[in-house]
């Protein structure tokens, strides 16, 4: 090293007690009233994030909104079924104002429904409804779902139908729905 390097490291790295660079001291120490503030930096910066994953996770309250939808699949051995339709989540878990029209195997018909739905904070949920054509019920219908995390956007699909008279259809039917 020549004596210049070796003049501007000294003056870089000099004392026991004080750092020094460009010739002047520095203290290693922070001042005593920026303490607080460093110490206060984590704090704000966790109860930030925890603000964002709170506000990121799924619930009733967020996922209240009308709602338009398509489900489309098969009832084993009755057919194919599509439909398209909205409906209304409220902030309490009910499914409200439903109203599509289907075919399935062919027969179109104007449904109304009206259920509960639940919503956990990974974003999955249920929806268990039951389904009229006029007065008269056609089926009861439940779900699994999942939302999107901005719960934009939900997909699901039937687990299980079952007929007025208790008789159950196995089914393979997809649910799309997008808030309006």
């Given at each position: 090293?020549n ?8 003056r870089?790295f000099a ?8 010739g ?15 110490l206060?930096i984590?704090?704000i910066l966790?109860?930030?994030a925890a603000?964002?994953?709170?506000g990121s996770?799924?619930?009733?309250s ?13 009832v084993?051995?009755v ?6 339709g ?7 878990g ?7 029209t289907?075919s399935?195997?062919g ?5 109304t ?20 054509s ?12 999942l939302?999107?995390?901005?719960m934009?956007r ?20 997809a649910?799309?729905?997008?808030r309006?």
């Amino acid at each position: 090293m020549n004596n210049a390097t070796h003049s501007h490291a000294s003056r870089i790295f000099a004392s026991n007690r004080y750092r020094v660079f460009l010739g002047k001291p520095v203290n290693p120490k922070p001042a005593p009233r920026l303490l607080p503030i460093i110490l206060a930096i984590p704090l704000i910066l966790g109860t930030a994030a925890a603000a964002r994953a709170e506000g990121s996770s799924c619930s009733l309250s967020r996922a209240a909104a009308t709602w338009t939808f398509t489900d489309s699949g098969t009832v084993i051995g009755v057919g194919p079924r599509v439909a398209f339709g909205r409906f209304t989540l409220d902030a309490s878990g009910k499914l409200l104002n439903g109203v599509a029209t289907s075919s399935l195997n062919g027969a179109i018909a104007d449904e109304t429904f009206y259920g509960t739905y639940t919503v956990n904070s990974d974003c999955t949920g249920t929806i268990s409804i039951e389904v009229f054509s006029g007065d008269t019920e056609l089926f009861a219908v439940s779900a699994d779902m999942l939302f999107d995390d901005r719960m934009h956007r939900l997909n699901g699909i039937f687990t299980s139908i079952v007929t007025p008279g208790g008789v159950s259809l196995p089914s393979a039917i997809a649910v799309e729905a997008r808030r309006q």
